[in-house]
């Protein structure tokens, strides 16, 4: 379960964001993921529940905004688009689509008291 990890870390981050700005408490913790990211949101947010306990995160809520997968051709351009069913070639060319957005983990901002 990589998202019980990744809200590990999440947490550190915003902790040493908490830290080098006089240690106050988190209110809030915004992340972008991208949907290709293959993160099961449910299973990060309940992992990030329980790795906030008894932290300056203790009561803070994450926001997590979903980022759509987004392709582009680059042989022709035609195509800019969420592919249907992951098919990764362009239904104008026939070319190797490349991702543009959707494989986003970035965290946005933390909130502090």
């Given amino acids: 379960m990589h998202e019980a ?5 999440v947490l550190e981050l915003a902790i040493r964001t908490s830290l080098q700005n006089g240690g106050g408490r988190i209110n809030r913790i915004k992340l972008r993921l991208g949907e290709f990211r293959g993160v099961v949101r449910e299973a990060l947010e309940f992992s990030f529940e329980v790795v906030k306990r008894g932290t300056l995160a203790d009561q803070a809520e ?12 680059a042989q022709c351009g ?14 104008t060319c026939g070319d190797p689509l490349q991702i543009i957005a959707g494989r986003e983990m970035q965290l946005e901002y933390v909130d502090l008291e």
């Fill in 5 to 9: 990890a990744i809200a590990q870390g």
């Fill in 62 to 73: 994450l926001e997590v905004e979903t980022v759509k997968l987004r392709v582009v051709c």
């Fill in 78 to 91: 035609e195509c800019e688009c969420s592919p249907r069913d992951y098919n990764f070639f362009c239904p």
